[in-house]
């Protein structure tokens, strides 16, 4: 597996921020918005493909960035209950209200929003930690999360 560096966790912050954008907010209508989660709910499987396909790659980035298991947890939870809402509108007779309830339920933008919070509370150092101890770097590295109040965890994206 190739190294990670601090660019590609930004581009997975940034790619993470367009998918936000793109299923819940393609069209803003003051503070709400309707995305393609919504829009593609009314057309009978296809809206099931692409909130089931994004929650899959939204918890593929999470695995990129090594998110912390209470973030997986708390995406999961969303994912999995806006994806239950798109496909319950599978079912015949039942498909107006998930097509609805999906449009308030913006499951997409707050799981996207928790890994790029969980992003933003890490300390990212392009190196392993065998080598940040042996150094002594690795000391230097808790005094920032000590003195950081934002920063929750260290992540050495070279182990």
Known sequence: MARRTIGDIEK?????????????????????????DGLLT?????????????????????????????TVVRMLGYLGLDS?????????????????ADILVRGHLMAAKALQRDIESTHWVEASERDARASGEHERHLATLRNEPKLRRIVYLHD
Request: glycine share 14%.
């Open 12 to 36: 997975i912050w940034s790619n993470v921020e367009g998918v936000k954008k793109l299923s819940d907010r393609v069209v803003g209508l003051g503070p709400f918005g309707i995305g393609l």
């Open 42 to 70: 009314w057309i009978p499987v296809v809206g099931t493909a692409y909130s089931v396909g994004t929650a899959g790659w939204l918890l593929l980035q999470a695995a990129r960035v090594r998110a912390s298991p209470g």
């Open 84 to 100: 239950a809402i798109t496909a319950v509108g599978e079912v015949p007779f039942l498909d107006f209200v998930p097509s609805v």
